[in-house]
């Protein structure tokens, strides 16, 4: 909530705050809060606080997120500057009700804009296959790379981008979007931008149909399933009863599926209209699922529930949780990758606030191996091309877990001192792609076997790198 302070003359005067809880909390937040949060609360980099999006969430637990922080994020605890009337004084603050947040499909269309096309900025004879899309959060970019010969194609700006772009089947578009709720279009055949539009106040995330035709974004505000066509038109908004945690495309089914964060349902969204329209199909839960990921080839995923603290292998196609593991911190499922030994089907997890991961077998439904890690981190990836699990540890490691033994089998420092994180692949699996997080931070490149390197891209804090294979074809 409060973003990182730099200077002893910005903790001398939170401190002064903290000693008088009837302070300004407003110019506390417009001071430390708003670059992250949002202005008027409604979110941006980070989620919204204002009351529709806080919902059931108590105010002891905003009191410790706020004094103490939060696992795997930006947001630092601030209990050495701030004492508890002035973190009160804060949630109080977050409670106040604003005016409701409205962002009709009027709102929705009176925002779009079509850019003119230009001439064609992507080679005839790029792979587009393996094209790799860098997300740099540093100039509020997406850079357009060509996964063969890790050149620059293209750019185009966006500001902060959240959950990860989406590619159609084909590869001839991709869509993002940011927190504040803006998606953009952008032609993969020509290059250049296409479209863009404003969805919502504050979105959660995007997921597109196969075939590109159908695009689902959910939104925190207002809290809704917003349907749009291939060229960002709206076609339909669905009202939801709670906080969405997300929504994705069904592998290999017609439709769309989303949870709600606090409540315990899930529901369905059809691709195919009646009479134009498309109704939500409701499935009561045994609990909320917070986060969930697919699990490839079957009709099945992994969900987890941050107040019930277990992982649930659930069945969609029957409605019904197959098995259950109790764990000690809620895991990144979203974050979590899928390898073979032979016959046997294997999940690697990592978790929130906990150095480490977890392999589970989706057979027997059981943790076969724990295994510590330097700290925290937030994915684990992998692909056929590699030997490797490659983990991230929320520090300057990349550490490595060799998939036929589950021993760890090494770490790499991509940059001494600065954080590394977030690893993607080319199309065959052949080299793997590190981020370091640092405003002079950079993309580097490994052979995913040897583990050499082989070659090093300047970004500035490049938080995350998506290969359009990988991201169509295989399931992680």
Not at 13 to 41: F, K, P, V
Not at 75 to 97: C, I, N, Q
Not at 352 to 362: A, H, K, N, W
Not at 383 to 400: F, K, R, V
Request: glycine share 8%; hydrophobic share 40%; aromatic share 8%.
């Amino acid at each position: 909530m409060l973003k990182s302070i730099a200077s002893a003359g910005l903790l001398l005067s939170i401190a002064g705050w903290a000693g008088n809880a009837a302070a300004d909390s407003a110019e506390i937040y417009a001071q430390h809060c708003a670059s992250c949060h949002g202005e008027r609360r409604y979110g941006g980099y980070a989620p919204p606080l204002i009351p529709q999006a806080l919902g059931r969430k108590k105010d002891a637990d905003l009191r410790k997120t706020l004094l103490e922080g939060r696992p795997n994020t930006q947001m630092a605890g601030y209990s050495a500057v701030l004492d508890g009337a002035a973190a009160d004084a804060m949630v109080a603050f977050m409670r106040e009700p604003v005016p409701e947040v409205r962002w009709t499909p009027a709102d929705v269309a009176a925002s779009r804009v079509v850019f003119p096309e230009t001439d064609p900025a992507m080679p005839a004879s790029v792979d587009r296959e393996n094209l790799i899309l860098v997300v740099e959060r540093g100039t509020g970019s997406v850079v357009v790379l060509n996964g063969d010969t890790l050149r620059e194609i293209d750019r185009f700006e966006t500001g902060r981008i959240h959950g990860g772009p989406k590619f159609d089947r084909a590869i001839r578009r991709v869509f993002a979007v940011t927190r504040d709720g803006t998606v953009f279009g952008y032609d993969l055949v020509r290059g250049g931008l296409r479209t863009k539009v404003k969805v919502a106040a504050n979105t959660r995330n995007i997921a597109l149909s196969p075939d590109g035709a159908l695009l689902a974004a959910v939104n925190q505000l207002p809290q809704n399933l917003l349907l749009l066509d291939a060229d960002l038109q709206p076609l339909q908004s669905l009202p939801l009863p709670g906080q969405p945690s997300g929504v994705y495309q069904v592998p290999g089914q017609p439709r769309f599926m989303l949870t709600l964060r606090d409540a315990p349902l899930l529901f369905f969204v059809p691709y195919a209209a009646q009479d134009g329209k498309r109704a939500l199909q409701r499935v009561e839960l045994p609990e909320p699922f917070e986060d969930f990921t697919f699990i490839p080839g079957r009709p099945e995923i992994l969900a987890s529930s941050r107040e019930g603290k277990r992982i649930h292998r659930y069945d969609y196609a029957r409605g019904k949780v197959l098995a259950s593991i109790e764990t000690e911190a809620l895991p990144h499922l979203f974050s979590a990758c899928f390898f073979s030994q032979g016959e046997r089907r294997l999940a690697a997890l990592n978790h929130i606030g906990l150095p480490r991961l977890s392999i589970v077998d989706l057979d027997t439904f059981e943790v076969v191996r724990e295994i510590p890690l330097a700290g925290s981190g937030y994915f684990v990836r992998t692909h056929e091309g590699t030997p490797y699990l490659w983990a991230d540890t929320n520090s300057e490691q990349i550490q490595l877990v060799d998939k036929r033994t589950l021993e760890l089998a090494g770490s790499l420092t991509p940059e001494p001192g600065k954080k590394a994180m977030h690893v993607e692949f080319t199309k065959d699996g052949g080299r793997a792609l590190v981020s370091v997080w640092n405003p002079k931070g950079a993309v580097v490149v490994y052979d995913s076997s040897s583990l050499k390197e082989t070659a090093r891209l300047p970004y500035a804090m490049p938080i995350g790198k998506y290969n359009a294979w990988n991201k169509t074809k295989l399931l992680r």
